[in-house]
């Protein structure tokens, strides 16, 4: 079990000024940042982010989504990272989301769902590497 996963904030949140308020909460659940980039990705980065989806029907869809506007990536550290944040953000339906989730608070639909985590210390790692060299850890 590591104690490190990945997030990003998706350019619907940015867009609607939530990422302060999302990044409080973050932290506020005992989240510690260790790395994080105000960032906008190119469709092809997009693209090889959520590669596993090439073949899905909503592919371009949500690459189209992701190149709509800045992201923020960050790296977070907290014991039992990946499942303590998955709690924290709510169920990728934001009607679904228990009370009080990020999901719950700014995500507007499944596709404009606010923020991205892990599912999984295995893709922690992959995705955290996707974004930040070693270098820009701390």
């Known amino acids: ?3 490190r996963t990945f997030t990003m904030i998706k350019p619907d949140a940015t867009g609607k000024g939530y990422t302060g308020a999302i990044l409080d909460q973050i932290i506020k659940a005992g989240f510690a940042i260790k790395a994080m980039k105000w960032t906008r990705l190119t469709a092809e980065q997009a693209g090889l ?3 596993i989806h090439r073949e899905r029907p909503f592919f371009q869809e949500l690459v189209d989504f992701m190149i709509s506007g800045p992201i923020v990536a960050a ?3 907290k014991d039992n990272a990946v499942a303590d944040f ?7 339906n934001p009607a679904n989301a228990a009370e009080g989730t990020i999901r719950k608070l700014y995500a507007a639909s499944v596709g404009e769902n606010a923020v991205h985590g892990s599912d999984s210390d295995e893709n922690a790692i992959i995705e955290s590497d996707f974004f930040f060299s070693k270098l820009e850890r701390f």
């Open 49 to 51: 982010f959520y590669d």
């Open 1 to 3: 079990m590591s104690n």
């Open 86 to 92: 998955r709690t924290l953000i709510g169920a990728t």
């Open 75 to 77: 790296i977070l550290e």
